[in-house]
Nanobody
Framework: EVQLVESGGGLVQPGGSLRLSCKTS????????MNWVRQAPGKGLEWVSG????????SYGDSVKDRFTISRDDAENTLYLQMSSLKPEDTAVYYC??????????????WGKGTLVTVSS
């Protein structure tokens, strides 16, 4: 069974940084694009970032561009999201999601359970 387990969330002050991890198993991680998606309290899902197979191409939502960096370690089957200059509006549950394809195309078929990031002073 495909598994995605996020970690690294927590409470951070505005302007701070945090790194999320997503450890995966039971599928060939290196063959697929991966995504981060978030859901703020009381709001819908928002796609945050995606990375293609191999990591050579990344993309970001406008709200996080130039502040967040997605990366992957295919040897460790792990996806990362480095978040900096955090704002209160970044408060959300962050989900790791496997794409159906080798490139980010918006079709995500497996999701983790999420990790909560709270940005507050």
């Amino acid at each position: 069974e495909v598994q995605l387990v996020e970690s690294g969330g927590g409470l951070v002050q505005p302007g701070g940084s945090l790194r999320l991890s997503c450890k995966t198993s039971e599928f060939t991680f290196s063959n697929y694009a991966m995504n981060w998606v978030r859901q703020a309290p009381g709001k819908g899902l928002e796609w945050v970032s995606g990375i293609n197979m191999g990591g050579g191409s990344t993309s970001y939502g406008d709200s996080v561009k130039d502040r967040f960096t997605i990366s992957r370690d295919d040897a460790e089957n792990t996806l990362y999201l480095q978040m900096s200059s955090l704002k209160p509006e970044d408060t959300a549950v962050y989900y790791c999601a496997k794409d159906r394809y080798w490139a980010v195309q918006g079709g995500m078929d497996y999701w983790g359970k999420g990790t909560l990031v709270t940005v507050s002073s």
